[in-house]
């Protein structure tokens, strides 16, 4: 199992879902501020884009920091 997650197939893989989770949260926070606008009713969904977009910037940064080394 430790050779698997430490292959760059594995990192690629990571990185594209990583790229995805930032266009889906990236899509939820704009689609929310379109129809809902700034209310509290619309909080979750805003908050729910955030953090799918900072999961996907953790995945791009984890790439790109451990990329040349060991």
């Not at 969904?45 to 080394?69: C, N």
Request: glycine share 14%; net charge positive.
């Amino acid at each position: 199992m430790r050779r698997f997650v430490r292959s760059e197939g594995y990192a690629r893989a990571r990185v594209v879902s990583g790229a995805f989770f930032i266009v889906f949260g990236a899509a939820i926070a704009f689609r929310t501020g379109a129809l809902a606008g700034l209310s509290a009713a619309a909080l979750p969904a805003y908050v729910l884009g955030g953090a799918m977009v900072a999961l996907g910037a953790l995945r791009f940064r984890d790439y790109f920091g451990k990329r040349g080394r060991p």
